[in-house]
C-alpha cells in the first residue's frame, strides 16, 4: 500500500507507515511564484513546462 504527498498529517494514524511519494512542495512553490512574476512581468511570453520528481519514501507498508 502506498499514498502520495508525504506531509499529509493522517500518514501518522495508521497502524503501519504508508509508503509515499514526497513532493518537492518549497520547490514547487518558489517556481510557481517566480512563473507568476515573468508573467506580470511578460504577458506575451510563451508558457512554460515544469517538471517536479517525487521522492519514494519507503516505510513498513511495503515489502523491502
Known amino acids: 500500500m502506498g499514498g502520495f504527498d508525504d ?3 493522517p500518514r501518522d494514524y495508521h497502524y503501519a507507515s504508508l509508503t509515499t511519494l514526497a513532493q518537492p512542495l518549497p520547490e514547487m ?3 510557481a511564484f517566480q512563473l507568476l512574476l515573468k508573467r506580470i512581468e511578460k504577458p506575451e511570453e510563451a508558457f512554460r513546462k515544469l517538471v517536479f520528481y517525487p521522492r519514494l519514501v519507503v516505510r513498513q507498508s511495503t515489502m523491502k
Open 29 to 31: 512553490a518558489r517556481s
Open 7 to 9: 506531509d499529509i498529517p
